[in-house]
């Protein structure tokens, strides 16, 4: 498997046998002949062990997962991953925390999860993300009121919210707590939509909201006023992208329940000029 097979193998939500799934599929398409057996035997394990990982009713350990990353040729970062992907299926509750955390650090979530359109247009209402980042902040109550409270929205729109989340596989509930399944969702690049303008409409609404409601101490605006050249537009948005990222990875708390507030980045960098040729 190629670092450019990363992606793919991503896409699994974190389930590291359908990653093992994938490479058995890629050597038997190279050669037709290769069998499960063959693959166990690569992979140094029994063909009984082989079987009851790739179903997922039976883990790996540390020096077994660091073993077939390196028979399947995966490179250091990548064995990372699938490590620590390993580690999250464990039993041990501290152990599968140690593995999430290892795993942001990664940027995994972040380069696995993106949204597709269709889906993102059921939940294009801001609150909808809001709520995901709310449930993971220390002290985060199920109650759909004191969510409202919270978001200054109302109760049915959380109810709703909630029910459309759990719908789609973004929200689920564990121990009492409702729990992220994707731990980034992002809207498409570059796409003109409706339901992503009204996002970006709603996002500088709540902005505006905060000029007058918030002190400066709750908050930070700032505006910039600049010329600039056409062909420079494409290296200033990849700077922005790239500080919403670096910023992102730095303050995003590494394990469940460690942030306190949900606060929203915004940046906005667009022509004053439109009509100026």
Not at 112 to 131: E, G, R, T
Not at 168 to 179: A, G, K, P, W
Request: charged share 25%; with cysteine.
């Amino acid at each position: 498997m190629t670092s450019k097979d990363l992606s793919v193998s991503l896409s699994t939500r974190g389930d590291y046998p359908a990653w093992l799934k994938q490479e058995f599929n890629e050597r038997c398409r190279i050669n037709p002949l290769y069998s499960m057996r063959a693959f166990a035997r690569d992979l140094k394990l029994s063909p009984a062990s082989m079987s009851y990982i790739m179903s997922g009713q039976k883990g790996l350990s540390h020096s077994s997962a660091k073993r077939v990353a390196k028979a399947i040729e995966l490179n250091d970062h990548e064995t990372e991953v699938f490590c620590a992907l390993v580690q999250l299926r464990g039993r041990n509750k501290a152990s599968r925390a140690v593995a999430h955390a290892k795993l942001v650090q990664l940027h995994f979530y972040r380069d696995a999860v993106k949204l597709k359109l269709d889906v993102f247009q059921n939940i294009s209402d801001w609150y909808h993300f809001a709520i995901l980042q709310l449930v993971q902040i220390k002290n985060a109550q199920t109650d759909s009121k004191w969510m409202a409270n919270q978001l200054g929205i109302h109760v049915f729109e959380v109810d709703a919210a909630i029910e459309r989340l759990k719908r789609l596989e973004l929200l689920f509930v564990e121990d009492d707590r409702y729990r992220v399944t994707k731990e980034m969702v992002f809207a498409p690049d570059g796409v003109p939509n409706d339901a992503i303008r009204k996002f970006h409409r709603q996002i500088l609404d709540r902005a505006v909201e905060s000029v007058s409601s918030q002190t400066v101490d709750e908050r930070y605006l700032n505006s910039t006023v600049l010329p600039i050249q056409l062909k420079d537009l494409p290296r200033a948005r990849e700077k922005i992208k790239r500080f919403h990222r670096e910023f992102d990875a730095e303050f995003t708390p590494a394990t469940h329940g460690q942030g306190d507030h949900v606060y929203a980045l915004a940046v906005q960098f667009f022509t004053l000029t439109p009509k100026l040729k």
